[in-house]
């Protein structure tokens, strides 16, 4: 059974940096597509970043490029967010997500397995 834990979301100020972690558990977390999600009050999910778990393939949102990166330690099977320069409008909560591949974060791309999220809340 597939498991996916978040932690590391909570209140800061703009500017400031937050990191997140999923742990993955119940499958072979090398060769999966693993994701960051997040949704705000009233707006629709979206995807944040992905990348997959057994090559160098990164995606990006265009509103996180440069200021967001993942990282992973396959040993923990543990996906990271580092989240830089966080403004408010990085407001939502956070999700993880992992499917098996192809890989990305376009719509067009449906994650199977989903954790049940970590909030982040940036004031201004």
């Known amino acids: 059974q597939v498991q996916l834990v978040e932690s590391g979301g909570g209140s800061v100020q703009a500017e400031e940096s937050l990191r997140l972690s999923c742990a993955a558990s119940?499958?072979?977390?090398?060769?999966?597509?693993m994701g960051w999600f997040r949704q705000a009050p009233g707006k629709e999910r979206e995807g944040v970043a992905s990348?997959?778990?057994?090559?160098?393939?990164?995606w990006y949102a265009d509103s996180v490029k440069g200021r967001f990166r993942l990282s992973q330690d396959n040993a923990k099977n543990t996906l990271y967010l580092q989240m830089n320069s966080l403004k408010p409008e990085d407001t939502a909560m956070y999700y993880c997500?992992?499917?098996?591949?192809?890989?990305?974060?376009?719509?067009?791309?449906?994650?199977?397995?989903w954790g049940q999220g970590t909030q982040v809340t940036v004031s201004s």
């Open positions: 990348l997959y778990t057994a090559g160098s393939s990164t």
């Open positions: 119940g499958y072979t977390y090398s060769g999966y597509c």
């Open positions: 997500a992992a499917d098996a591949p192809p890989c990305g974060l376009g719509p067009g791309y449906v994650y199977k397995h």
